[in-house]
């Protein structure tokens, strides 16, 4: 079956890095219609980083020139590399991935692996 499991969460201060991971089993790997989203306590999921169907990479503007998302396809591993943390970056954050490979209007993406906290404390 589907598993997608990501680790690298944690606390850290206001300005520092964190290194999600997400290894994915049970489906043909692509390195394309995968990413990274989060929420927050009291808000809406919010798409951070998206690998699409064109392998271009698709970031939130609250993120971008801070976080690269980017995948190992030899170790089926997605990453998002999170630099100067903010304490609104405080999230739990998701991978998923389409398993169908997207289509012509895109990528829908229909499994979600458990989540990893990350605490930004400022």
């Known amino acids: 079956q589907v598993q997608l499991t990501e680790s690298g969460g944690g606390s850290v201060q206001a300005g520092g890095s964190l290194r999600l991971s997400c290894a994915a089993s049970?489906?043909?790997?692509?390195?394309?219609?995968m990413g990274w989203f989060r929420q927050a306590p009291g808000k809406d999921r919010e798409a951070v980083a998206t690998?699409?169907?064109?392998?271009?990479?698709t970031y939130a503007d609250s993120v971008k020139g801070r976080f690269t998302i980017s995948e190992d396809s030899s170790k089926r591993t997605l990453y998002l590399q999170m630099n100067n943390l903010k304490p609104e970056d405080t999230a739990m954050y998701f991978c998923a991935v389409d398993t169908s490979g997207g289509s012509t209007y895109g990528c829908s993406h229909n499994y979600w692996g458990q989540g990893t906290q990350v605490t930004v404390s400022s």
């Open positions: 690998i699409d169907t064109d392998f271009s990479r």
């Open positions: 049970g489906f043909t790997y692509r390195s394309y219609c």
